[in-house]
Protein backbone atom coordinates (compact mmCIF):
# COMPACT_ATOMS: atom_id res chain seq x y z
CA UNK A 1 0.00 0.00 0.00
CA UNK A 2 1.49 3.18 -0.74
CA UNK A 3 2.74 5.82 1.76
CA UNK A 4 2.30 8.78 -0.34
CA UNK A 5 -0.73 10.57 1.34
CA UNK A 6 -0.67 9.44 5.12
CA UNK A 7 0.12 6.02 6.38
CA UNK A 8 2.38 3.25 5.90
CA UNK A 9 1.64 -0.35 7.71
CA UNK A 10 4.45 -1.78 9.24
CA UNK A 11 3.95 -5.49 11.20
CA UNK A 12 6.08 -3.76 13.82
CA UNK A 13 4.95 -0.39 13.64
CA UNK A 14 8.35 0.97 14.90
CA UNK A 15 8.99 4.37 13.17
CA UNK A 16 12.20 4.72 11.18
CA UNK A 17 15.55 3.74 13.48
CA UNK A 18 13.50 3.45 16.32
CA UNK A 19 12.53 0.17 17.66
CA UNK A 20 9.24 -0.81 19.08
CA UNK A 21 9.29 -1.43 22.83
CA UNK A 22 9.26 -4.81 24.08
CA UNK A 23 5.97 -5.98 25.41
CA UNK A 24 6.38 -8.98 27.82
CA UNK A 25 2.42 -9.74 27.92
CA UNK A 26 1.27 -13.35 26.64
CA UNK A 27 -0.15 -13.65 23.26
CA UNK A 28 -3.22 -14.54 25.07
CA UNK A 29 -3.92 -11.87 27.36
CA UNK A 30 -6.08 -9.09 24.43
CA UNK A 31 -8.66 -11.79 25.09
CA UNK A 32 -8.75 -13.45 29.00
CA UNK A 33 -7.88 -10.41 30.77
CA UNK A 34 -10.27 -7.64 32.17
CA UNK A 35 -11.13 -3.96 30.91
CA UNK A 36 -12.94 -1.39 31.39
CA UNK A 37 -15.89 -1.46 29.85
CA UNK A 38 -15.83 1.92 28.19
CA UNK A 39 -12.66 4.62 27.94
CA UNK A 40 -13.25 8.12 26.70
CA UNK A 41 -9.74 9.79 24.59
CA UNK A 42 -9.42 13.38 23.82
CA UNK A 43 -8.54 13.69 20.38
CA UNK A 44 -8.20 17.15 18.28
CA UNK A 45 -8.68 15.49 15.15
CA UNK A 46 -10.76 16.34 12.44
CA UNK A 47 -12.04 14.53 9.74
CA UNK A 48 -11.05 12.53 7.44
CA UNK A 49 -9.95 10.84 10.52
CA UNK A 50 -12.12 11.70 13.08
CA UNK A 51 -15.87 12.19 12.04
CA UNK A 52 -18.90 12.87 14.41
CA UNK A 53 -20.37 9.78 14.23
CA UNK A 54 -17.00 8.13 15.18
CA UNK A 55 -16.74 6.08 11.71
CA UNK A 56 -13.71 8.24 10.59
CA UNK A 57 -10.13 6.79 10.29
CA UNK A 58 -8.74 7.03 13.72
CA UNK A 59 -12.10 6.49 15.04
CA UNK A 60 -12.55 3.03 13.15
CA UNK A 61 -8.30 1.76 14.48
CA UNK A 62 -8.69 2.70 18.02
CA UNK A 63 -12.57 1.51 18.40
CA UNK A 64 -10.99 -1.69 16.41
CA UNK A 65 -7.96 -2.23 18.91
CA UNK A 66 -10.33 -1.58 22.25
CA UNK A 67 -12.50 -4.11 20.73
CA UNK A 68 -10.06 -6.88 20.93
CA UNK A 69 -9.26 -6.54 24.45
CA UNK A 70 -13.01 -6.20 25.21
CA UNK A 71 -13.39 -2.87 25.66
CA UNK A 72 -15.74 0.17 24.28
CA UNK A 73 -13.74 3.72 23.75
CA UNK A 74 -15.17 6.55 22.48
CA UNK A 75 -13.14 9.54 21.42
CA UNK A 76 -13.65 13.20 22.30
CA UNK A 77 -13.33 16.39 20.40
CA UNK A 78 -10.75 18.58 22.34
CA UNK A 79 -8.75 21.28 22.32
CA UNK A 80 -5.33 20.07 21.65
CA UNK A 81 -3.44 21.09 24.65
CA UNK A 82 -6.74 20.89 26.55
CA UNK A 83 -6.90 17.37 25.78
CA UNK A 84 -3.69 16.44 26.87
CA UNK A 85 -4.14 18.30 29.70
CA UNK A 86 -7.36 16.64 30.68
CA UNK A 87 -5.74 13.30 29.73
CA UNK A 88 -2.85 14.13 32.29
CA UNK A 89 -4.93 15.02 35.16
CA UNK A 90 -7.26 11.78 34.27
CA UNK A 91 -10.33 13.73 33.66
CA UNK A 92 -10.49 11.87 30.41
CA UNK A 93 -8.75 7.87 30.17
CA UNK A 94 -6.38 9.18 27.44
CA UNK A 95 -5.15 10.95 24.28
CA UNK A 96 -5.95 8.80 20.20
CA UNK A 97 -2.87 10.22 18.16
CA UNK A 98 0.17 12.00 19.48
CA UNK A 99 3.61 11.82 18.77
CA UNK A 100 6.20 10.22 20.67
CA UNK A 101 7.61 10.78 23.85
CA UNK A 102 5.33 12.97 25.30
CA UNK A 103 5.71 11.51 28.94
CA UNK A 104 8.27 13.90 29.51
CA UNK A 105 5.70 16.90 29.73
CA UNK A 106 2.79 15.17 30.73
CA UNK A 107 3.85 12.47 33.42
CA UNK A 108 0.99 10.28 33.60
CA UNK A 109 0.35 9.21 30.49
CA UNK A 110 2.21 6.33 29.37
CA UNK A 111 2.73 5.56 25.29
CA UNK A 112 0.94 2.51 23.64
CA UNK A 113 4.22 1.66 21.77
CA UNK A 114 2.85 0.24 18.48
CA UNK A 115 1.62 3.43 16.08
CA UNK A 116 -1.40 4.16 15.11
CA UNK A 117 -0.32 5.59 11.71
CA UNK A 118 2.34 7.79 10.18
CA UNK A 119 2.05 11.25 10.09
CA UNK A 120 3.38 13.52 7.02
CA UNK A 121 3.65 16.63 8.55
CA UNK A 122 2.95 18.76 5.66
CA UNK A 123 3.14 22.79 4.72
CA UNK A 124 0.76 24.18 2.53
CA UNK A 125 0.68 27.48 0.62
CA UNK A 126 -1.61 29.38 -2.11
CA UNK A 127 0.64 31.70 -3.75
CA UNK A 128 3.27 30.23 -6.18
CA UNK A 129 6.19 32.02 -4.88
CA UNK A 130 5.97 30.20 -1.51
CA UNK A 131 8.77 27.55 -1.15
CA UNK A 132 9.41 25.50 2.01
CA UNK A 133 11.74 22.31 2.12
CA UNK A 134 12.87 22.59 5.19
CA UNK A 135 12.00 24.23 8.67
CA UNK A 136 14.41 26.86 8.05
CA UNK A 137 12.48 27.94 5.02
CA UNK A 138 9.79 29.15 7.38
CA UNK A 139 12.01 32.00 8.75
CA UNK A 140 10.93 33.77 5.50
CA UNK A 141 6.83 34.11 6.07
CA UNK A 142 3.90 34.26 8.04
CA UNK A 143 3.17 30.91 9.39
CA UNK A 144 -0.46 29.63 11.05
CA UNK A 145 -0.69 25.82 12.57
CA UNK A 146 -3.48 24.44 15.61
CA UNK A 147 -2.86 25.77 18.67
CA UNK A 148 -0.98 22.39 21.23
CA UNK A 149 0.98 21.08 18.05
CA UNK A 150 3.86 20.18 19.96
CA UNK A 151 6.11 19.29 16.77
CA UNK A 152 5.08 22.98 15.35
CA UNK A 153 5.77 24.66 18.91
CA UNK A 154 9.18 22.69 19.12
CA UNK A 155 10.67 23.23 15.57
CA UNK A 156 8.71 26.62 14.01
CA UNK A 157 11.36 29.90 13.90
CA UNK A 158 8.53 31.48 11.61
CA UNK A 159 8.72 35.58 10.91
CA UNK A 160 5.48 35.82 12.66
CA UNK A 161 3.23 32.95 13.36
CA UNK A 162 -0.57 32.95 14.15
CA UNK A 163 -2.07 29.83 15.91
CA UNK A 164 -5.82 28.64 15.94
CA UNK A 165 -8.16 26.19 17.41
CA UNK A 166 -9.29 24.47 14.59
CA UNK A 167 -8.36 23.13 11.09
CA UNK A 168 -11.41 25.55 9.81
CA UNK A 169 -9.66 28.47 11.16
CA UNK A 170 -6.33 27.69 9.73
CA UNK A 171 -7.40 27.30 5.98
CA UNK A 172 -10.03 30.64 6.49
CA UNK A 173 -6.49 32.26 7.56
CA UNK A 174 -4.21 31.05 3.96
CA UNK A 175 -7.63 31.89 2.15
CA UNK A 176 -7.91 35.69 3.41
CA UNK A 177 -4.08 36.16 2.82
CA UNK A 178 -3.63 36.48 6.67
CA UNK A 179 -0.73 34.04 6.11
CA UNK A 180 2.01 32.54 3.82
CA UNK A 181 2.05 29.39 5.05
CA UNK A 182 -0.36 26.47 7.18
CA UNK A 183 1.42 23.99 8.47
CA UNK A 184 -1.30 20.58 9.44
CA UNK A 185 -1.03 16.78 8.42
CA UNK A 186 -1.75 16.08 4.50
CA UNK A 187 -4.09 14.08 4.30
CA UNK A 188 -6.03 16.57 6.27
CA UNK A 189 -4.58 19.61 4.20
CA UNK A 190 -5.88 17.78 1.23
CA UNK A 191 -9.66 17.27 2.69
CA UNK A 192 -9.43 20.33 4.01
CA UNK A 193 -8.43 21.80 0.09
CA UNK A 194 -11.58 19.82 -1.04
CA UNK A 195 -14.12 20.78 1.62
CA UNK A 196 -13.12 24.84 1.25
CA UNK A 197 -13.02 24.90 -2.75
CA UNK A 198 -9.30 25.88 -2.09
CA UNK A 199 -8.50 24.34 -5.60
CA UNK A 200 -5.27 26.12 -6.21
CA UNK A 201 -3.84 25.03 -2.90
CA UNK A 202 -0.31 23.82 -2.73
CA UNK A 203 1.32 20.68 -1.33
CA UNK A 204 4.69 21.50 -0.43
CA UNK A 205 7.58 18.88 -0.61
CA UNK A 206 8.84 17.15 0.84
CA UNK A 207 7.07 16.93 4.32
CA UNK A 208 8.30 18.76 7.00
CA UNK A 209 8.78 15.63 8.90
CA UNK A 210 7.68 12.17 8.98
CA UNK A 211 6.52 10.91 12.36
CA UNK A 212 5.07 7.47 13.93
CA UNK A 213 1.66 8.44 15.77
CA UNK A 214 0.69 6.87 19.40
CA UNK A 215 -2.42 6.62 21.45
CA UNK A 216 -1.35 7.46 25.05
CA UNK A 217 -3.52 6.20 28.21
CA UNK A 218 -3.86 7.61 32.15
CA UNK A 219 -1.52 6.21 33.97
CA UNK A 220 -4.49 4.21 35.98
CA UNK A 221 -5.07 2.25 32.66
CA UNK A 222 -0.98 0.97 32.48
CA UNK A 223 -2.80 -2.67 32.34
CA UNK A 224 -4.42 -1.80 29.19
CA UNK A 225 -1.27 -0.34 27.64
CA UNK A 226 0.42 -4.05 26.80
CA UNK A 227 -2.99 -5.34 25.56
CA UNK A 228 -3.59 -2.60 23.13
CA UNK A 229 0.26 -2.91 21.46
CA UNK A 230 -1.06 -6.49 21.16
CA UNK A 231 -4.12 -5.50 19.43
CA UNK A 232 -2.62 -2.97 16.87
CA UNK A 233 -0.04 -5.58 15.86
CA UNK A 234 -2.23 -8.19 15.47
CA UNK A 235 -4.63 -5.92 13.09
CA UNK A 236 -1.59 -5.04 11.38
CA UNK A 237 -0.58 -8.95 10.46
CA UNK A 238 -3.91 -9.91 10.02
CA UNK A 239 -5.07 -7.68 7.81
CA UNK A 240 -8.16 -6.09 9.20
CA UNK A 241 -5.81 -2.32 9.96
CA UNK A 242 -5.15 -2.30 5.89
CA UNK A 243 -9.01 -2.94 5.45
CA UNK A 244 -9.56 0.11 7.68
CA UNK A 245 -7.04 2.63 5.74
CA UNK A 246 -7.53 1.48 2.33
CA UNK A 247 -10.57 3.28 1.60
CA UNK A 248 -9.37 6.33 3.21
CA UNK A 249 -6.38 6.95 0.83
CA UNK A 250 -8.47 6.34 -2.04
CA UNK A 251 -10.83 8.52 -1.93
Not at 101 to 120: D, F, I, K, R
Not at 226 to 241: C, F, H, N, Q, V
Amino acid sequence: MPCALLVCVAASGASAGQAAPAVSAPASSAQSASAPSALTLATTISPPLSEPGQNGMLDQIIKAAFARIGADVALQQLPSERGLVMADNGQVDGDGNRISGLQASYPNLLQVPESNMTYEFTAFALRPDVNVRDWDDLRHYTVGYIIGWKIYDENVRASSTVKVATPENLFALLRAGRVDVVLYYRLGGMYYARKLGLTNLRVLEPPLAKREMYMYLNIRHADLVPRLTEALRGMKKDGSYERIVAPFLNR
